[in-house]
């Protein structure tokens, strides 16, 4: 049983700054990948940003340069620092953990981030 926690997120004006955290519990992680999607109002959901075990780090394009991620590998956690937020990053966030050789995803419960004056 894989538990993800996430805590973060709320309301910000535009320029302003957010910081998510997520937590991975559960037996036997094998952890290849951790990451943050969104789904906007009325859109499908879609990467943000990932990092793998390796500390590779991917970021969607409307993302990069003000958003950061970064792993705690031996304390199971990721994070994702956000920055110069715009009102077009308004979704519920939700971290994603990729395990094990069939690469499954699980998911946390999702977020809310409202930017807006």
């Known amino acids: 049983q894989v538990r993800l926690v996430q805590s973060g997120g709320g309301l910000v004006q535009p320029g302003g700054s957010l910081r998510l955290s997520c937590a991975a519990s559960?037996?036997?992680?094998?952890?290849?990948?951790m990451g943050w999607y969104r789904r906007p109002p009325g859109k499908e959901r879609e990467l943000v940003a990932a990092?793998?075990?390796?500390?590779?780090?991917d970021y969607a394009d409307s993302v990069k340069g003000r958003f950061t991620i970064s792993r705690d590998s031996a304390k199971n956690t990721v994070s994702l620092q956000m920055n110069s937020l715009k009102p077009e990053d308004t979704a519920v966030y939700y971290c994603?953990?990729?395990?094990?050789?069939?690469?499954?995803?699980?998911w946390g419960q999702g977020t809310q981030v409202t930017v807006s004056s």
């Open positions: 990092i793998t075990t390796g500390g590779y780090r």
């Open positions: 559960g037996s036997d992680l094998s952890i290849n990948r």
């Open positions: 994603n953990v990729r395990l094990g050789t069939w690469n499954n995803d699980y």
